[in-house]
Structure formats: structure tokens, C-alpha cells
């Protein structure tokens, strides 16, 4: 059973970093599609980075090109979202998901809920201004 953990979340001013991390067990780690998402109160989950572990394919949203990087570190079965250049509207709990990569009929989806079977807890990202 793949078991997922996000650690990194934290409070910062607005224009600092943070660096989240979602650690993988139970399933072999370069095979998986990791996407990380978000939801702040009131507002519907977004989907915000992916990669595909099989080939490194990434994806991001609008809101978070040119200053979120994603990237995979296979000795340590961690997917990381660097975040830069962080506002008060990046305000929210940050989730990791995964499910099977490797497939890029589905490229287009990646940031999509419904491709993703397992979830972490979440962590929480606060921006003051």
C-alpha cells in the first residue's frame, strides 16, 4: 500500500521560500506520477505541480509557473516543491498525491484530483504580507 508523507509547510513573509516534501513507501518510488496540490478555506483543491517519476515529466499551473519547481530525489523516495517568491493567495494546506506513472495518455490530466488514488495528510503553508 503506498503511504504518503508531506513535512516542510510552514509560516513565511511574503517573497521568502519554502521547500515541501512528500516522502513515498510502499511502492516501487520511480514508477509513480506525484502531483502536489492545494486548497485554502473556502476554495476547491487545486492542482498545482506534477511529475512523472518514470521521465521526470512536470507540470504546473498558472498560478505557480516561473516560481514552484518540482523534483524528484529516487535515493530518498522524496518528491519536493521548491516555492519561491511566495504571496499571501499561496495561503493554504498542500497536499501530495501519486498513483501509476508512466503513462502519457494521461499528461494532460496531471493536475487533475481524479488521476490520483492516494493522498497524504497535508501540510500547512502560511504567507504574511
Known amino acids: 500500500q503506498l503511504h504518503l508523507v508531506e513535512s516542510g509547510g510552514g509560516s513565511v513573509q511574503s517573497g521568502g521560500s519554502l521547500r515541501l516534501a512528500c516522502s513515498a513507501s510502499g511502492h516501487p518510488f520511480s514508477s509513480l506520477l506525484v502531483g502536489w496540490f492545494r486548497q485554502a478555506p473556502g476554495k476547491e483543491r487545486e492542482g498545482i505541480a506534477a511529475?512523472?517519476?518514470?521521465?521526470?515529466?512536470?507540470s504546473y499551473a498558472d498560478s505557480v509557473k516561473g516560481r514552484f519547481t518540482i523534483s524528484q530525489d529516487n535515493a530518498a523516495n522524496t518528491v519536493y516543491l521548491q516555492m519561491n517568491s511566495l504571496k499571501p493567495e499561496d495561503t493554504a494546506m498542500y497536499y501530495c498525491?501519486?498513483?501509476?506513472?508512466?503513462?502519457?495518455?494521461?499528461?494532460?490530466?496531471?493536475?487533475?484530483?481524479?488521476?490520483?488514488?492516494?493522498w497524504g495528510q497535508g501540510t500547512q503553508v502560511t504567507v504574511s504580507s
Open positions: 511529475i512523472d517519476l518514470d521521465d521526470g515529466y512536470t
Open positions: 498525491a501519486a498513483d501509476l506513472g508512466g503513462r502519457p495518455a494521461v499528461r494532460h490530466l496531471q493536475l487533475q484530483e481524479a488521476v490520483y488514488n492516494y
